[in-house]
């Protein structure tokens, strides 16, 4: 951060306090220019914090060019720029302490819900009424608590905060797709999903959420980010006024005041809360307190910050427990109840739920075994044997005795009897029908006058005999829709080798097109200028304005002055014997005068109205380019020389 230079520095933060993270359109910088800077210098700072990657310049589709400051960066622009501290903790917390349940263990209730069939959609693309309040009922968290983390645009219909929330979630992270019919999982993405540790599900939820949810307003996003970058530790308590009034007095309230932003910070708290990551309570005086819980999200991997500490967390360098075998093992109860331990793999988990029924996801999730998903299992592949295999391999101490009889007594009643597909071959008239029945290589079952059983192997042999006896077949069978997704791979050999390998997850911390208010950008070219002279805009200026320090005619005076007005330049004058700096900003007509601001030494910018008599001698002041800005003087002002005519 500190490698850039003080203008460039100083840029940015007035960026960062206007915009946070949003997109603003190119030329509402000039807004934020100070006072004792000019334009050209303003051009130079916003081309060292784009090569430095500290600034995006963006075109959506239609040609509106716009700014952005990466969302990566925000952390060190909150640590390095603003300088802020954290408010004081408070040593104890009043009445009404509240959170809700882990949002990955919703999320994985959402795709459990979701993995035998999907969510139905309607002709007009809606969710139907009844699969919404199924889904609804699937979830175990209070739905309100998530309303302020509904995207934008409003999220899902007909389903309340939190379905509404998940199921924008699981689209934005490939998880889920919606087709003509419903919305499915998708196989390769979810066992990616499957494969991440539930601290790594929060960073990837919350980076999104971030991006995707909540009111986009600067000063709001200023707090999301600062509450989740800064060094507010998880388990001690905060009050929510005192750490508005960091933001305030960092300028990074947007000029609204902390009892307006209450309400809206106060909102985004109870979400968090509502997603597990938070916990709320009120002092003895009503005032609002929050804390982060141990699971606090972090806002961008590697951020010093948000840096975990895996092996207190009882977490090897791949997320897993140290000892893999003892982390995959959970307890099998004699009434069939399933406990599973926090530190199993949600890999695990999801095998375990393709063949038992979900009931908890506390701290300790249950599951309990049943007959019906067991079937349900050998509907997805896993037949009984390999389910009793499984469950024996990864329970602590092996089965029960009384649970393994109960599974292998419901095993002999499975798999008995089997429904096989049968492909008809119909026929237009009984002629046809004859000459099938009479044909010497074709050996069909004749269901019917017209009608015959083919066996799916012989389907091929078939419709070369036909077509050779002028009565080929069309190739689609009649009536038979498209085959859904093979939801087998889902469980099949579990999500450990589930077909496709680990499919990448969209990273939000990486996207280009993610973050607030983004939508169709094309990231435009960084075309750094030739020379010094091309980045300040010194090329064709006449080397004497440059470099003489001296008196010149009233009308050439004007022309520099002019000129400077034109290029964005500063100029040198000396007024009232004093050498000064002038930024012209505006020249008026008869009498000629220009308007502008003047720097005198050791005193603030000062607006000032200038005649061509007004000064004596001057010098137009060109910007110098840092061409490296990690070893470029900061501030650094040059007089560029260039071989043109002078006057």
Same mark, same amino acid.
């Given at each position: 951060?500190?490698?850039?230079?003080?203008?460039?520095?100083?840029?940015?933060?007035?960026?960062?306090?206007?915009?946070?993270?949003?997109?603003?359109?190119?030329?509402?910088?000039?807004?934020?220019?100070?006072?004792?800077?000019?334009?050209?210098?303003?051009?130079?700072?916003?081309?060292?914090?784009?090569?430095?990657?500290?600034?995006?310049?963006?075109?959506?589709?239609?040609?509106?060019?716009?700014?952005?400051?990466?969302?990566?960066?925000?952390?060190?622009?909150?640590?390095?720029?603003?300088?802020?501290?954290?408010?004081?903790?408070?040593?104890?917390?009043?009445?009404?302490?509240?959170?809700?349940?882990?949002?990955?263990?919703?999320?994985?209730?959402?795709?459990?819900?979701?993995?035998?069939?999907?969510?139905?959609?309607?002709?007009?693309?809606?969710?139907?009424?009844?699969?919404?309040?199924?889904?609804?009922?699937?979830?175990?968290?209070?739905?309100?608590?998530?309303?302020?983390?509904?995207?934008?645009?409003? #999220?899902?219909?007909? +389903? /309340?905060? @939190?379905?509404?929330? %998940?199921? !924008?979630? $699981?689209?934005? &992270?490939?998880? =889920?797709?919606?087709?003509?019919?419903?919305?499915?999982?998708?196989?390769?993405?979810?066992?990616?999903?499957?494969?991440?540790?539930?601290?790594?599900?929060?960073?990837?939820?919350?980076?999104?959420?971030?991006?995707?949810?909540?009111?986009?307003?600067?000063?709001?996003?200023?707090?999301?980010?600062?509450?989740? #970058?800064?060094?507010? +530790? /998880?388990? @001690?308590?905060?009050? %929510?006024? !005192?750490? $508005?009034?960091? &933001?305030?007095? =960092?300028?990074?309230?947007?000029?609204?005041?902390?009892?307006?932003?209450?309400?809206?910070?106060?909102?985004?708290?109870?979400?968090?809360?509502?997603?597990?990551?938070?916990?709320?309570?009120?002092?003895?005086?009503?005032?609002?307190?929050?804390?982060?819980?141990?699971?606090?999200?972090?806002?961008?991997?590697?951020?010093?910050?948000?840096?975990?500490?895996?092996?207190?967390?009882?977490?090897?360098?791949?997320?897993?427990?140290?000892?893999?075998?003892?982390?995959?093992?959970?307890?099998?109860?004699?009434?069939?109840?399933?406990?599973?331990?926090?530190?199993?793999?949600?890999?695990?988990?999801?095998?375990?739920?393709?063949?038992?029924?979900?009931?908890?996801?506390?701290?300790?999730?249950?599951?309990?075994?049943?007959?019906?998903?067991?079937?349900?299992?050998?509907?997805?592949?896993?037949?009984?044997?390999?389910?009793?295999?499984?469950?024996?391999?990864?329970?602590?101490?092996?089965?029960?005795?009384?649970?393994?009889?109960?599974?292998?007594?419901?095993?002999?009643?499975?798999?008995?009897?089997?429904?096989?597909?049968?492909?008809?071959?119909?026929?237009?008239?009984?002629?046809?029908?004859?000459?099938?029945?009479?044909?010497?290589?074709?050996?069909?079952?004749?269901?019917?006058?017209?009608?015959?059983?083919?066996?799916?192997?012989?389907?091929?042999?078939?419709?070369?005999?036909?077509?050779?006896?002028?009565?080929?077949?069309?190739?689609?069978?009649?009536?038979?829709?498209?085959?859904?997704?093979?939801?087998?791979?889902?469980?099949?050999?579990?999500?450990?080798?589930?077909?496709?390998?680990?499919?990448?997850?969209?990273?939000?911390?990486?996207?280009?097109?993610?973050?607030?208010?983004?939508?169709?950008?094309?990231?435009?070219?960084?075309?750094?200028?030739?020379?010094?002279?091309?980045?300040?805009?010194?090329?064709?200026?006449?080397?004497?304005?440059?470099?003489?320090?001296?008196?010149?005619?009233?009308?050439?005076?004007?022309?520099?002055?002019?000129?400077?007005?034109?290029?964005?330049?500063?100029?040198?004058?000396?007024?009232?014997?004093?050498?000064?700096?002038?930024?012209?900003?505006?020249?008026?007509?008869?009498?000629?005068?220009?308007?502008?601001?003047?720097?005198?030494?050791?005193?603030?910018?000062?607006?000032?109205?200038?005649?061509?008599?007004?000064?004596?001698?001057?010098?137009?002041?060109?910007?110098?380019?840092?061409?490296?800005?990690?070893?470029?003087?900061?501030?650094?002002?040059?007089?560029?020389?260039?071989?043109?005519?002078?006057?």
């Amino acid at each position: 951060m500190y490698r850039l230079s003080d203008g460039a520095q100083e840029i940015l933060k007035r960026l960062f306090a206007a915009y946070s993270a949003i997109p603003f359109p190119a030329g509402q910088e000039e807004k934020h220019r100070p006072k004792a800077m000019c334009r050209a210098e303003l051009e130079l700072a916003l081309l060292e914090l784009r090569r430095e990657e500290w600034l995006e310049l963006r075109q959506k589709l239609w040609g509106e060019r716009l700014y952005r400051i990466p969302e990566q960066r925000i952390p060190a622009i909150l640590q390095a720029v603003t300088a802020l501290g954290p408010p004081t903790s408070r040593a104890e917390a009043g009445s009404g302490v509240s959170s809700g349940p882990p949002l990955a263990a919703e999320v994985f209730r959402m795709l459990a819900f979701m993995a035998d069939g999907g969510v139905a959609l309607t002709a007009k693309g809606a969710i139907h009424k009844a699969a919404a309040g199924r889904l609804t009922a699937s979830l175990s968290g209070e739905g309100e608590r998530l309303k302020a983390m509904l995207p934008p645009s409003g #999220g899902m219909v007909n +389903l /309340p905060p @939190a379905a509404a929330v %998940l199921l !924008d979630l $699981l689209l934005a &992270l490939g998880l =889920a797709v919606k087709e003509s019919g419903a919305i499915t999982l998708v196989p390769a993405a979810l066992a990616a999903w499957l494969q991440l540790t539930e601290p790594e599900m929060n960073d990837r939820l919350y980076q999104m959420i971030l991006a995707r949810s909540g009111t986009q307003e600067p000063a709001l996003l200023h707090f999301r980010y600062w509450i989740t #970058g800064s060094d507010l +530790l /998880p388990g @001690a308590w905060f009050s %929510l006024p !005192d750490t $508005l009034a960091v &933001l305030e007095q =960092a300028g990074l309230t947007a000029g609204q005041t902390i009892q307006e932003l209450l309400e809206a910070s106060g909102s985004w708290l109870k979400a968090l809360a509502g997603c597990g990551w938070m916990e709320l309570a009120s002092a003895a005086g009503g005032e609002p307190l929050f804390r982060w819980t141990k699971d606090k999200p972090r806002l961008t991997a590697g951020h010093p910050s948000g840096e975990r500490d895996d092996e207190a967390e009882g977490l090897s360098a791949g997320g897993h427990a140290a000892d893999p075998a003892t982390a995959a093992q959970f307890i099998v109860q004699p009434d069939l109840e399933v406990l599973v331990p926090p530190e199993v793999p949600y890999s695990v988990r999801w095998t375990l739920f393709a063949c038992a029924e979900l009931q908890d996801t506390e701290a300790f999730w249950s599951f309990r075994l049943s007959r019906q998903r067991l079937e349900q299992a050998a509907e997805h592949g896993l037949e009984p044997g390999q389910v009793i295999a499984w469950l024996a391999e990864h329970a602590m101490g092996g089965l029960p005795e009384q649970a393994e009889q109960a599974l292998r007594l419901w095993a002999r009643g499975i798999g008995r009897t089997a429904l096989s597909e049968a492909i008809l071959l119909t026929c237009r008239s009984l002629e046809e029908a004859e000459l099938i029945a009479a044909h010497p290589r074709l050996r069909l079952a004749r269901l019917g006058p017209l009608h015959f059983a083919v066996p799916a192997a012989d389907v091929e042999p078939l419709r070369k005999e036909l077509a050779a006896a002028g009565m080929a077949p069309p190739r689609a069978f009649a009536g038979r829709e498209a085959a859904g997704p093979a939801l087998q791979a889902l469980f099949l050999g579990g999500p450990e080798t589930a077909p496709g390998g680990s499919a990448a997850l969209p990273s939000h911390g990486t996207a280009k097109e993610s973050g607030p208010g983004t939508a169709a950008f094309t990231e435009l070219p960084l075309i750094p200028p030739a020379g010094p002279e091309e980045a300040a805009g010194g090329e064709g200026v006449p080397q004497m304005w440059l470099k003489e320090w001296r008196h010149y005619h009233a009308s050439t005076a004007m022309q520099m002055m002019e000129h400077a007005l034109e290029r964005g330049y500063k100029v040198q004058v000396a007024v009232q014997g004093e050498a000064c700096e002038f930024i012209p900003e505006r020249s008026h007509g008869i009498p000629w005068r220009v308007s502008g601001t003047l720097l005198r030494p050791g005193t603030a910018p000062e607006e000032a109205m200038l005649a061509a008599g007004d000064w004596r001698e001057m010098k137009l002041l060109l910007p110098a380019a840092r061409r490296n800005s990690s070893s470029a003087v900061v501030g650094d002002y040059g007089m560029i020389r260039k071989s043109t005519g002078s006057r």
